[in-house]
């Protein structure tokens, strides 16, 4: 079975602190991709990577960054967290080819206050 | 106009009951469709791939009707087990999501 996991299922930030979240999967997949989910928007995509050190932006970046430094890795990075940043975070990766379908970690449920 | 819209519900249906939901697409060069499956404060998880030719697994059948761009989920004889947030998904190179169309099925 497809692993995603997520560092932390539940986390309370600050304005202004500069938060890590990290995704690891231990599946070999290529793809790896970075999702918030807000009530009644659905899932968003944030940013997504194809490779190691590779990294594209999604449909939302501002705000945020990534690093891929090793294959079954992928971190996202809050800059310097917002209240408008508070939001589940979901994680998933997929292999390269068709069907393209994703396997997606728990979450990270994010509070900045 | 959004990519990928649902009707958000709630479908409450009693069980046994036969429901479907409908999820429309704007991409006409979409690739690859999916239903997802998500639980309350779960993640996503994939319930079934979409296929032109339509495809069912156990009591769900899924449709995609190119021409007109919609894609459809069938659920027969509804389990309680069955609560839960059905995404649509399409992927046009990457992943598009529709918000969820929410069922509860009641005893």
């Known amino acids: 079975d497809v692993k995603v996991t997520q560092s932390s299922r539940y986390l309370v930030k600050r304005t202004g602190e500069k938060v890590f979240l990290e995704c690891v999967q231990d599946?070999?997949?290529?793809?790896m991709f970075w999702y918030r989910q807000d009530p009644g928007l659905g899932l968003r995509l944030i940013y997504f990577s194809y490779d190691v050190k590779m990294k594209e932006k999604g449909d939302i970046p501002e705000g945020y960054s990534v690093s891929r430094e090793k294959k079954e890795r992928f971190s996202l990075i809050l800059e310097s967290a917002s209240t408008n940043q508070t939001s589940m975070y979901l994680c998933?990766?997929?292999?390269?080819?068709?069907?393209?379908?994703?396997?997606f970690g728990p979450g990270t449920r994010l509070t900045v206050t | 106009r959004k990519e990928v819209e649902q009707d958000p519900g709630p479908f409450n249906v009693p069980e046994g009951a036969t429901v479907a939901f409908n999820c429309t697409y704007s991409n006409s060069a979409s690739q690859s469709f999916f239903w997802y499956r998500q639980d309350c404060r779960k993640e996503p998880k994939l319930l079934m791939s979409v296929y032109s030719s339509g495809n069912e697994d156990g009591r769900f059948t899924a449709q995609l009707n190119r021409a007109s761009q919609y894609i459809s989920l069938l659920i027969r004889d509804s389990k309680l087990s069955d609560s839960a947030t059905y995404l649509c998904?399409?992927?046009?190179?990457?992943?598009?999501f529709g918000a969820g169309t929410r069922l509860t099925v009641k005893p």
């Open positions: 599946m070999d997949h290529e793809n």
């Open positions: 998904v399409v992927n046009i190179g990457d992943m598009r």
């Open positions: 998933a990766s997929s292999p390269p080819g068709p069907p393209y379908e994703q396997y």
